[in-house]
């Protein structure tokens, strides 16, 4: 099983900002989490990361090509207004995909409030910090 991690703008950058939302620990600390969950789940797992939207899209459209098993997407800012991750997330529809969000979003400013990207999911996963991750991968693992 192959499970694709992509995270959006400024999700490189936890540990050093806002850390009182997301926390002290930075984006290799989760990374490790991440591969650790992976090994523990007997998975293959890719993280990638990229501030930009283009490549955001460019993975989502390989994952197919790639025959990935799930996607875990934090979109970061993108989630709010991205039209294009949005179709992009919904052109791979036979792939299960996660939305994760590190902080609770319903409890922050009213513009995050909205996900247009959440739609084209299967679920979301928001407020329980970089754990939220590891659970999107067991649901997954156990077939959602």
């Known amino acids: ?47 990638f990361q990229s501030n930009g939207e283009g490549p955001v899209i460019d993975r989502i459209q390989q994952a197919y090509l790639d025959k990935v098993d799930g996607i875990i997407i934090n979109p970061g800012a993108y989630t709010h207004y991205s039209y294009a991750i949005r179709d992009a997330l919904a052109s791979v529809e036979d792939i299960p995909k996660i939305e994760v969000h590190i902080s609770n979003v319903h409890k922050r400013e009213e513009f995050r409030h909205v996900s247009v990207t959440a739609p084209s999911c299967t679920g979301q996963v928001v407020g329980l910090g970089l754990n939220g991750y590891l659970l999107a991968m067991e649901a997954i693992v156990n077939g959602l």
């Open 1 to 47: 099983m192959k499970i694709l991690v992509i995270n959006g703008p400024n999700i490189n950058f936890l540990g050093i900002r806002e850390k009182g939302i997301y926390g002290t620990k930075d984006y290799n600390a989760l990374v490790d989490m991440i591969n650790d969950k992976a090994k523990e789940l007997g998975v293959d797992v890719e993280v």
